[in-house]
C-alpha cells in the first residue's frame, strides 16, 4: 500500500467523527465572517508566495513539530506572504483545524485548507473553522466527486485550489472548470519530484486559469523560473518551516531581501 492509499484510507476512517454533528458546523458557517479572498491574493499583480504551516509530512518525517501557528503566521505576514496554507490532517502531517483557526486569527491574509478532501462534508467543516479555501486533489477524486467539492467549496464562498500532477490530471480540472491550478511538483503516490512539472504544464493551462507553483521550491532560482514561466504564484512549505527566520526566508524568496 502506499504513502497515498494509507492517507486515504485513514481520511475515509476520519469523516464521519469529523464531521459527525452537521448542525453545529452549518452554525459556525452561519455565524462566521465572509470568507477572505484567496482567489484575489494569488491573482495580484507580481510573484504571490502562499506561505504553508506544516508540522511533518510523510516523506521528510517531522520537520518542526513545535512550532506555534500564530507566530509562524504573524512572520509570513510580516514578510510579504499574500496567503496561508495550513495543513490539518491529524495522522501523517500532525496538522489540525485548530492550527488553521490560530493562523488565521493572527493575520489577515486569507487561509487554504489543506488535506485529503474526499467528502462534501469536509468543505462545511473548513468552512466551519474559518477556511478561505480548500485544496482539491484531482489524483484522488472522480470527475463527478471533483465537480461536486468545487460547488460546495464555491457555494460556502471559498476558492478551489485544483491540484495536478501531469498532463492527464490538468485535463481533468480543466475539464471540471477550474479557475485556480496548483501543480504539485511532488508525485503524491510515489514521492518522487519533478520540478519542471509546472513549467511543462503552463502552456497547456486555459488562458484565464491562475496557476500555483507546488512543492520542492525552496531558493530563490526556483521561484524565478516560474515567474519566467506566467506562473502566479508558488506554495511553500518546509523551506519555510525550517527557516530560523521565517520573514527573512519569505522576503528572500520573493527577491525582497
Known amino acids: 500500500m502506499t504513502f497515498l492509499e494509507k492517507i486515504l484510507e ?14 453545529t458546523l452549518q452554525s459556525r458557517v452561519s455565524s462566521a465572517l465572509p470568507p477572505r479572498d484567496f482567489a484575489a491574493a494569488v491573482r495580484a499583480p507580481g510573484m504571490s508566495l502562499i506561505a ?33 496554507s495550513v495543513l490539518t490532517e491529524p ?36 468552512r466551519a473553522w474559518y477556511a478561505d479555501a480548500v485544496l482539491l486533489i484531482v489524483r484522488i477524486l472522480s470527475d463527478e466527486m471533483l ?35 496548483g501543480v504539485n511538483h511532488r508525485d503524491l503516490e510515489t514521492f518522487e519530484e519533478d520540478p519542471d512539472a509546472t513549467v511543462r504544464l503552463r502552456p497547456l493551462v486555459p488562458a484565464g486559469v491562475a496557476v500555483v507553483g507546488e512543492s520542492a521550491i525552496s531558493s ?10 506566467g506562473v502566479d504564484a508558488v506554495l511553500v512549505g518546509e523551506a519555510l518551516v525550517r527557516a530560523e527566520d521565517a520573514a527573512a526566508r519569505v522576503r528572500e524568496l520573493l527577491g525582497r531581501s
Not at 485513514?10 to 448542525?23: G, I, K, Q, T, Y
Not at 530563490?220 to 514561466?229: G, I, K, N, Q, T
Open 10 to 23: 485513514s481520511r475515509r476512517r476520519s469523516v464521519e467523527a469529523e464531521c459527525a454533528d452537521p448542525a
Open 52 to 84: 504553508e504551516f506544516k508540522r511533518a509530512s510523510p516523506s521528510r518525517g517531522v520537520l518542526n513539530e513545535g512550532l506555534d501557528p500564530a507566530v509562524q503566521a504573524r512572520c509570513y505576514e510580516a514578510g510579504g506572504a499574500a496567503a496561508l
Open 91 to 126: 495522522e501523517f502531517f500532525k496538522g489540525s483545524a485548530a492550527d488553521l483557526a490560530a493562523a488565521r486569527e493572527a493575520t489577515q491574509l486569507p487561509v487554504l485548507w489543506k488535506d485529503f478532501v474526499i467528502d462534501p462534508r469536509q468543505v462545511l467543516l473548513a
Open 147 to 181: 465537480g461536486l467539492l468545487m460547488h460546495e467549496t464555491h457555494r460556502l464562498g471559498m476558492a478551489a485550489l485544483v491540484e495536478v500532477f501531469d498532463e492527464k490530471d490538468l485535463a481533468r480540472a480543466a475539464d471540471a472548470g477550474a479557475s485556480i491550478v
Open 220 to 229: 530563490r532560482r526556483d521561484v524565478e523560473a516560474l515567474e519566467s514561466a
